[in-house]
């Protein structure tokens, strides 16, 4: 079994509803971004195009961040993706450094910190965020989804690295990922490219693909089919 995504740029919208999504699903906190995108504006006016590409973890079928971890934090499982025992995460950052895709975070202080402050937003207008969250009862922040911590931390701790599971917990469920559930236009699609009759597979045989930097060897499985690239009128 080798789990991946196809995603076709052609259907993509750039709506950013997919880094949304994992956000919210899996408790990021602020600058950490396990889904994101590259924005690209090219040419001379008149003649501009502008792409976007939407990124994530490849679990890789190399993965370069198994490779490097001095603890086996960062592993592959039967399923063909790479994951992490934040447990046994010592915050070397050997895994980030060695990702050359950059979609490795490091929890440089205690996620979600802002919502301990007690002064109001607004003076004499607005509650303050620690004071919001003793009203819903909750320690970390009032949105977090508890479902998160089926598999992995619900909020991973300072001092650690962390990025996307293809939200393996859903996974575990029957679901897709939240990322794809999400997608507007269906831009997305995840499944086993070792299975021939997976819409996945058949995607990447009918089109042709690419993978973002190939040249490093870790065999990517992300796949990009079709062009976003938009030609910019006046």
Not at 26 to 36: E, L, P, R
Not at 85 to 107: L, M, Q, T, W
Not at 119 to 124: I, K, P, R
């Amino acid at each position: 079994m080798r789990l991946g995504m196809v995603i076709d740029l052609q259907k993509c919208v750039g709506c950013g509803g997919c880094d949304l999504a994992c956000k919210t699903e899996n408790n990021t906190a602020d600058g950490v971004k396990w889904s994101d995108h590259i924005t690209k504006t090219e040419g001379r006016f008149p003649d501009v195009k502008y792409s976007y590409i939407p990124t994530m973890c490849n679990h890789c079928t190399n993965a370069a961040c198994v490779e490097v971890c001095p603890t086996g934090a960062m592993y592959k499982d039967k399923r063909g993706l790479t994951l992490q025992d934040n447990d046994k995460c010592i915050g070397c950052r050997k895994c980030e450094r060695a990702c050359p895709y950059g979609v490795i975070s490091y929890n440089k202080q205690v996620p979600h910190r802002d919502w301990q402050d007690d002064e109001a937003l607004v003076a004499g207008a607005t509650a303050s965020p620690h004071a919001l969250l003793k009203k819903v009862d909750i320690k970390t922040f009032p949105y977090m989804n508890p479902e998160r911590g089926d598999t992995y931390p619900e909020v991973r701790p300072r001092r650690t690295t962390e990025k996307c599971t293809l939200c393996d917990h859903r996974l575990d469920k029957g679901l897709s990922p939240a990322c794809v559930t999400a997608c507007p236009s269906g831009a997305r699609v995840f499944g086993d490219f070792d299975d021939p009759s997976s819409e996945a597979a058949r995607l990447i045989k009918m089109n042709p693909s690419q993978q973002l930097n190939i040249d490093a060897g870790t065999k990517p499985n992300v796949y990009y089919i079709r062009s976003f690239n938009v030609k910019t009128l006046y």
